[in-house]
């Protein structure tokens, strides 16, 4: 009885939509088992990046802590010297027609929202 059982068209249909209900679960846990160590392996890269980031920041911390950071911005932003120094102002020259002063560069002319939008209609270039 069991034996004809196993020769059914019946039993064989079953089995064969087993077999395709398997290899269909297994094919999704493959493609999501591929997706997420892609993932892992792009977070890892990401990890890498931000520590070597974060290395060049605490460096850069470290320098900001150092007397020679403090002594350096004192003297640019604030015209601190030492004692026997002296500080020298170099006065811009005045700009010629058509020439610009040394150390400066070109400007353009700013121009403000409406003359822009003006600019942008009725000027031909």
């Known amino acids: 009885m069991i034996r004809i059982l196993?020769?059914?068209p019946v039993f064989a249909l079953a089995m064969l939509l087993i077999f395709v209900i398997l290899l269909v679960s297994i094919s999704k846990n493959f493609t999501r088992s591929r997706e997420i160590k892609g993932d892992v392996s792009g977070l890892?890269?990401?990890v890498k990046r931000l520590e070597?980031?974060?290395?060049?920041?605490?460096?850069?911390l470290d320098y900001?802590?150092?007397?020679?950071?403090?002594?350096?911005?004192?003297?640019?932003?604030?015209?601190l010297q030492k004692p026997g120094e002296s500080v020298i102002?170099?006065?811009?020259?005045?700009?010629?027609?058509?020439?610009?002063?040394?150390?400066t560069k070109n400007k353009e002319r700013v121009a403000t929202n409406?003359?822009?939008?003006?600019?942008y209609f009725f000027k031909v270039k």
């Not at 102002?89 to 150390?103: A, L, Q, R, S």
């Open 114 to 119: 409406p003359q822009k939008w003006w600019d």
């Open 64 to 79: 900001f802590n150092t007397d020679a950071f403090v002594e350096e911005q004192a003297r640019l932003k604030l015209g």
């Open 89 to 103: 102002v170099i006065p811009e020259e005045e700009k010629k027609d058509g020439e610009t002063p040394v150390g």
């Open 6 to 8: 196993f020769y059914t």
């Open 44 to 46: 890892e890269e990401e």
């Open 52 to 60: 070597g980031r974060n290395q060049e920041l605490g460096k850069l």
